[in-house]
């Protein structure tokens, strides 16, 4: 993803040298600014992030769910074992 995109800048580069300065100008200006979104690694430790919080809430989840059975299950024994005492 990474090379497709300094290729594109390449080329916007490449045609802009051959325009006036005010079109080279921009492209320039497109030019760093998308080099400088490529290699911003911010957004990319977020997502990472975002993904171990989803894991964890999944496994939570997933886990309360089988725990919930086995708290069912012990309250209905006790209940049972009560009834039956009295």
Not at 2 to 18: E, I, M, P, T
Not at 39 to 64: H, K, N, S
Request: charged share 20%.
């Amino acid at each position: 993803m990474k090379n497709s995109w300094r290729v594109l800048v390449g080329r916007l580069s490449d045609a802009a040298s051959c325009g006036n300065n005010l079109v080279n100008d921009a492209c320039l200006k497109l030019h760093f600014g998308i080099r400088d979104f490529i290699e911003r690694e911010e957004a990319q430790d977020l997502v990472e992030y975002a993904l171990v919080v989803a894991l964890i809430a999944f496994g939570a989840a997933t886990g309360m769910k089988a725990l919930s059975t086995e708290i069912k299950t012990a309250f209905n024994t006790i209940s049972s074992d009560l009834a039956s005492s009295l």
